[in-house]
């Protein structure tokens, strides 16, 4: 049973617009959810986190939102860059049981 | 600042060869050690966790092990190497307290393509 799940596998989006990434979860013990972006051939690296008790969390050009009736949570990229071209993973985190538990990722590419 | 080492970058082995990847980490106390491996078009699957030194908690029943010999050390091993064993293999570490004040934040190292012929 997969806990974290990220549907789209992958994701086009011309440079400018909103990027918009989606993960959807089942466990409601998660009490933290983080984005990760990941070059290839290189370890994934920290981007943007958000508490359980919270349903938005902004940084830059990166926000995350969460939905936790939905137990839903999305990353927006805005204005999208040809450099944000990555996968991207989604975990959430279950401090009682000290891990992170990752989604299967979502490649996006920004077009020029 | 902390840095986190894993070597080697590749390696090819043979079915039924042993195994021994090692990741240390720089600039930190006790921290959280992690192995990850992400198998081709997957996504990261945990594979053992370490709270501290001789301390594993194992994820998924396989063929490989882990031992934290020092407190910055985390090392995964195995005996036999199956085909099924390839793959990009990760360390993480995490520390309480550091930006967010809990563990959720893992720091990476670069991972080791492991390929099993």
């Known amino acids: 049973d997969q806990q974290v799940k990220q549907n789209s596998p992958s994701l086009s989006v011309q440079e400018g617009r909103i990027s918009i990434l989606n993960c959807d979860y089942t466990n409601s013990m998660f009490d933290y959810f983080l984005w990760y972006k990941k070059y290839p051939a290189e370890g994934p690296t920290f981007l943007i986190s958000i508490s359980s008790i919270k349903d938005k969390n902004e940084d830059g050009r990166f926000t995350v939102f969460l939905n936790k009736s939905a137990k839903h949570l999305s990353l927006h990229i805005v204005p999208s860059q040809p450099g944000d071209s990555a996968v991207y993973f989604c975990?959430?985190?279950?401090?009682?049981?000290?891990?992170?538990?990752f989604g299967d990722g979502t490649t996006l590419t920004v077009k020029p | 600042s902390q840095t986190i080492h894993q070597w080697p970058a590749t390696l090819v082995q043979p079915v039924g060869s042993p195994l021994s990847l090692e990741c240390t980490v720089e600039g930190t106390s006790n921290p959280n050690l992690y192995w990850y491996r992400q198998a081709a078009g997957r996504g990261l699957q945990l594979l053992f966790y370490?709270?501290?030194?001789?301390?594993i908690s194992s994820e998924v029943p396989q063929n490989l092990s882990a031992s934290r010999p020092q407190d910055r050390q985390f090392i995964l091993s195995s005996k036999k190497l199956l085909l099924s064993d390839s793959g990009f293999y990760l360390c993480?570490?995490?520390?309480?307290?550091?930006?967010?004040?809990?563990?959720?934040?893992?720091?990476f190292g670069p991972g080791t393509r492991l390929t099993v012929l």
């Open positions: 993480a570490w995490s520390v309480f307290g550091y930006r967010t004040g809990l563990y959720n934040e893992q720091f």
């Open positions: 370490s709270v501290g030194i001789g301390q």
């Open positions: 975990a959430a985190y279950n401090t009682n049981a000290g891990k992170s538990t």
